[in-house]
């Protein structure tokens, strides 16, 4: 019944920009945390980003300063701007819906592939 669906992904070359996107249908996105996880080929899936229902934001070290989150509530929409991409920001990026219990669900995935 709940659902995060993700968009967005495709083929850049590095230095390109994507913006993601992740649809959530649950009732009560406001008070959500949403984060974006990805998983590289071969490697283990890995944080990127969250924003708290609140607006806070936190980054990996290896997307700061080059990608953003943002939200619009009104849409339940959860995005990750992506800036000056590189070969290594390559996988499947993943919409997560957090709930205050630290509970997360899930989306199927938005291939991201950055190469030249």
């Known amino acids: 019944q709940v659902q995060l669906v993700e968009s967005g992904g495709g083929l850049v070359q590095p230095g390109e920009s994507l913006r993601l996107s992740c649809a959530d249908s649950?009732?009560?996105?406001?008070?959500?945390?949403m984060g974006w996880y990805r998983q590289a080929p071969g490697k283990q899936r890995e944080f990127v980003a969250f924003?708290?229902?609140?607006?806070?934001?936190n980054y990996a070290d290896s997307v700061k300063g080059r990608f953003a989150i943002s939200r619009d509530n009104a849409k339940k929409m959860v995005y990750l701007q992506m800036n000056s991409l590189k070969p290594e920001d390559t996988g499947v990026y993943y919409c997560?819906?957090?709930?205050?219990?630290?509970?997360?669900?899930w989306g199927q995935g938005t291939q991201v592939t950055v190469s030249s």
């Open positions: 997560t819906r957090q709930l205050a219990t630290g509970q997360r669900y």
């Open positions: 649950g009732s009560s996105f406001i008070f959500y945390g």
């Open positions: 924003i708290s229902s609140g607006g806070s934001t």
